[in-house]
């Protein structure tokens, strides 16, 4: 399955893809750490734009704080970082500059989905925006950041992953928009 995963990276940067990671570590599915940790460690360096969370960080990058975590990430070459940091939003990283973007208020039933909610919000909003990668600023990135904390915001109102995922039109009222 690895070397798969490395074909299919190659094949969508070949056709000009933008290519998008979340690691999304789960222990339950590797044989041991360090394995897991090698594997998605490999990753980081194809990745266009990463998502990854607080508690993530140390795991992948040897650091715990977003600001020194998504210099070692950009330092690999992934050109938008989001952190993703629960009820706190996220902080976003395009290039060499970086801010926090804040949560939402919830009320919280399950998390279950919240970075998966977050991810889709984000990358939809960078899809919408239609925008080339090189042409997304700081600014453009604390949208996609504000609009995947939104999703994620409504996502954890309700039970399980995937019934829980909001309407676009509900989001939007949760951004007041």
Do not use: H
């Amino acid at each position: 399955m690895r070397s798969a995963t490395y074909e299919a990276i190659d094949i969508a940067r070949k056709a000009g893809a933008v290519i998008t990671y979340d690691p999304n570590y789960r222990a339950s599915l590797w044989n041991g750490k360090d394995e897991a940790v090698q594997f998605m460690r490999s990753l980081i360096a194809t990745a266009d734009i990463m998502k990854i969370s607080d508690e993530e960080l140390p795991l992948l990058t040897g650091e715990t704080e977003p600001e020194a975590a998504a210099d070692v990430l950009a330092d690999q070459g992934v050109r938008i970082i989001a952190v993703t940091l629960g009820k706190d939003g996220a902080y976003v990283r395009v290039g060499k500059d970086g801010r926090y973007v804040p949560g939402f208020a919830a009320k919280t039933a399950d998390t279950t989905g919240a970075g998966d909610a977050f991810f889709g919000g984000f990358l939809s909003r960078f899809i919408a925006s239609g925008k080339l990668l090189k042409e997304v600023s700081l600014d453009d990135g604390a949208d996609f950041a504000r609009f995947g904390n939104a999703t994620a915001s409504l996502c954890v109102e309700r039970r399980g992953g995937i019934p829980a995922m909001p309407k676009l039109a509900d989001v939007l009222v949760r951004m007041n928009v």
